[in-house]
């Protein structure tokens, strides 16, 4: 049998009080996770994305043991359910799945959905972007189309970093000409209504729960939101710890507390947690 991991010491103060009370009061703690990255390695077509096979056993040991565990995803909300495989899952009969960076939510105990209107920005996007593709120099650039956002990834080009690059003009311009917003990720750039982030959505659920510590683990731009409400919690006193799962991407490697490797690591850290708080 595989000796479990320790758990590791966050690099920061900040970081290790956050885990301090985290361990302290896990009654009172949210564990917030990000999916793309963070629970499922990352792949280059987006429908093959599954969680790592040892998220959800870890997810389920671990959300028994602390107030919440949240997963927090620029995906569609019931995308991320069947891509995690959480439906019905044993311990998960809590979990919460915030989908579209807030804007949708999913439910374990009901197994419902909350969804907001179609914005008509969306459908004026999905018209126009075949001719802003077409003209743009970025062969081998796709449309994801989730419904309330449409994702244009570039990971499957021949050039992958010079066809995001040539499309982030275009594609800023044609989102403002529909009242949308640009988020950049790792290879892909979404389309997405304004007015909710990661941000929002890890705050207003802290708050929902209660929760007097709190865990935020991420890999991409979109996480930057959540890492921000972490470091308002702790200046109100709610004592965080901020997760990096791999250095992809350093804008949120640097302001870690806590880097791990990716997503093998990151279910590595659950374990540990979970481990922790059965036998201190
Ligand atoms: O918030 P997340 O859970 O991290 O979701 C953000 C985006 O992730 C997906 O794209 C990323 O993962 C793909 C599958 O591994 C990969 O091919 C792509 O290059 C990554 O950027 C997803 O497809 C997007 O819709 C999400 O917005």
Same mark, same amino acid.
């Given at each position: 049998?595989?000796?479990?991991?320790?758990? @590791?010491?966050?690099?920061?103060?900040?970081?290790?009080?956050?885990?301090?009370?985290?361990?302290?009061?896990?009654?009172? %703690?949210?564990?917030?996770? #990000?999916?793309?990255?963070?629970?499922? #390695?990352?792949?280059?077509?987006?429908?093959?994305?599954?969680?790592?096979?040892?998220?959800? @056993?870890?997810?389920?040991?671990? %959300? @028994?043991?602390?107030?919440?565990? *949240?997963?927090?995803?620029?995906?569609?909300?019931?995308?991320?359910?069947?891509?995690?495989?959480?439906?019905? %899952?044993?311990?998960?009969?809590?979990?919460?799945?915030?989908?579209?960076?807030?804007?949708?939510?999913?439910?374990?105990?009901?197994?419902? =959905?909350?969804?907001?209107?179609?914005?008509?920005?969306?459908?004026?996007?999905?018209? +126009?972007?075949?001719?802003?593709? +077409?003209?743009?120099?970025? /062969?081998?650039?796709? =449309?994801?189309?989730?419904?309330?956002?449409? %994702?244009?990834?570039?990971?499957?080009?021949? #050039?992958?970093?010079?066809?995001?690059?040539?499309? $982030?003009?275009?594609?800023?311009?044609?989102?403002? $000409?529909?009242?949308?917003?640009?988020?950049?990720?790792?290879? =892909?750039?979404?389309?997405?209504?304004?007015?909710?982030? &990661?941000?929002?959505?890890?705050?207003?659920?802290? &708050?929902?729960?209660?929760?007097?510590?709190?865990?935020?683990?991420?890999?991409?731009?979109?996480?930057?939101?959540?890492?921000?409400?972490?470091?308002?919690?702790?200046?109100?006193?709610?004592?965080?710890?901020?997760?990096?799962?791999?250095?992809? =991407? @350093? +804008?949120?490697?640097?302001?870690? /507390?806590?880097?791990?490797?990716?997503?093998?690591?990151?279910?590595?850290?659950?374990?540990?947690? *979970?481990?922790?708080?059965?036998?201190?």
């Amino acid at each position: 049998m595989a000796t479990p991991d320790p758990l @590791p010491t966050p690099s920061t103060q900040a970081g290790r009080d956050g885990l301090a009370a985290l361990l302290a009061r896990p009654a009172r %703690a949210v564990v917030a996770l #990000d999916f793309d990255g963070t629970l499922a #390695d990352i792949v280059p077509d987006p429908e093959r994305s599954r969680a790592h096979p040892g998220a959800v @056993p870890a997810l389920s040991a671990l %959300a @028994p043991r602390v107030a919440s565990v *949240a997963v927090i995803t620029g995906r569609p909300a019931d995308v991320a359910v069947r891509f995690g495989g959480f439906a019905g %899952a044993p311990g998960l009969d809590h979990l919460v799945v915030l989908g579209h960076y807030g804007a949708e939510r999913w439910d374990a105990a009901t197994d419902t =959905v909350h969804a907001p209107a179609p914005s008509s920005g969306v459908e004026g996007v999905r018209a +126009e972007l075949p001719s802003v593709l +077409e003209q743009a120099d970025a /062969d081998g650039a796709w =449309v994801e189309d989730k419904g309330h956002a449409v %994702a244009v990834h570039t990971r499957r080009a021949a #050039d992958p970093q010079a066809a995001f690059e040539s499309l $982030r003009g275009p594609l800023a311009a044609l989102a403002e $000409r529909h009242g949308l917003i640009v988020e950049p990720g790792r290879l =892909v750039l979404e389309l997405r209504p304004p007015g909710m982030d &990661k941000g929002v959505a890890l705050a207003q659920y802290v &708050k929902e729960v209660g929760a007097e510590a709190v865990l935020y683990a991420g890999d991409d731009l979109g996480d930057l939101a959540a890492y921000a409400a972490v470091d308002a919690l702790r200046a109100q006193g709610v004592p965080g710890l901020l997760v990096c799962s791999g250095t992809e =991407v @350093p +804008e949120l490697a640097d302001r870690a /507390d806590l880097l791990v490797s990716g997503p093998e690591a990151v279910v590595g850290l659950l374990d540990a947690l *979970a481990r922790h708080l059965d036998a201190p």
